[in-house]
């Protein structure tokens, strides 16, 4: 996986926290920890937290007597998600996934949203998060859907390659909605050190003010920005523009209302 792929640093963050935020990832945070919130857990770690939407909602959810350690990556990511006025009670702490610096017994429960599929080497973060979890410990994750039942992420991908013919971005389909094969994932779970996964398709709104602010987050707040600027100098306000038009043309001019698919996985040691 190219370095690019992961990078979510310059103005990145903050776009993907105004425009994606609200857009893909609020409806699965509250998903997520109506489904964490059963399970009571005392010391939870979130993975690839980003801009800590996830993080914020188990805050709400959970409260404080449940000790929250947030990881991400990129340090840009966690300096948004530490200024933002809602933050709570978590302990942020930057760090690579696939070498978590936390001791044996040390979570009960390990969150992680739309996050997997940007580890370059799965199997290695799986078998991170296996050592870190409690002899009983549960692993939830999400993981989008094929890019078909996901319309607005589709449409958008279908205008860049129309504007880019000859050699079209390749990075949304090949990372966020490159990982949605179950079987591949249960085997890679239970090669790392689980025994039992269980997999769950959820559908959930997507809806943005305007389709225009769909098209900023997707090809300004990910690394599709680093691949329309490699393709076209100066070109990044037109290519957003050209999927601003092509969302325009299926969802209409006014606010966005789509639906989006996912894949929620729970891993139990």
């Known amino acids: 996986m190219p370095k690019s792929d992961a990078a979510f640093e310059g103005s990145i963050p903050v776009l993907y926290e105004q425009y994606l935020s609200p857009l893909f990832f609020e409806p699965y945070a509250v998903d997520i920890a109506q489904r964490i919130a059963p399970f009571a857990p005392r010391r939870l770690l979130e993975t690839a937290a980003g801009t800590g939407v996830v993080t914020r909602e188990l805050e ?92 607005v992420t589709r449409i958008i991908a279908g205008a860049l390659t129309a504007r880019y013919p000859d050699d079209p971005p390749s990075f949304i389909e090949r990372v966020p909605f490159g990982y949605f094969d179950v079987d591949l994932i249960r085997s890679e779970l239970i090669a790392s050190g689980f025994a039992e996964v269980d997999a769950e398709t959820v559908t959930l709104p997507s809806r943005a003010d305007t389709a225009r602010d769909a098209a900023i987050g997707v090809c300004q707040g990910t690394p599709v920005r680093a691949e329309i600027e490699a393709r076209e100098a100066g070109g990044l306000q037109a290519a957003t523009e050209d999927a601003a038009q092509a969302l325009i043309t299926n969802f209409g001019s006014g606010r966005l209302e789509s639906t989006m698919q996912a894949i929620t996985i729970a891993a139990r040691l």
């Open 60 to 151: 709400r959810v959970l409260g404080e007597d449940t000790a929250i350690t947030a990881t991400d990556l990129n340090q840009a990511m966690i300096d948004v998600a530490t200024t933002a006025p809602e933050s709570g009670h978590a302990t942020w702490t930057q760090c690579d996934a696939m070498a978590l610096p936390f001791a044996e017994d040390s979570f009960d429960l390990i969150a992680c949203q739309f996050g997997v599929m940007f580890f370059p080497e799965r199997t290695r973060a799986y078998q991170q998060a296996a050592r870190v979890l409690a002899r009983d410990g549960t692993f939830i994750f999400t993981v989008w859907d094929s890019l078909a039942v996901n319309d």
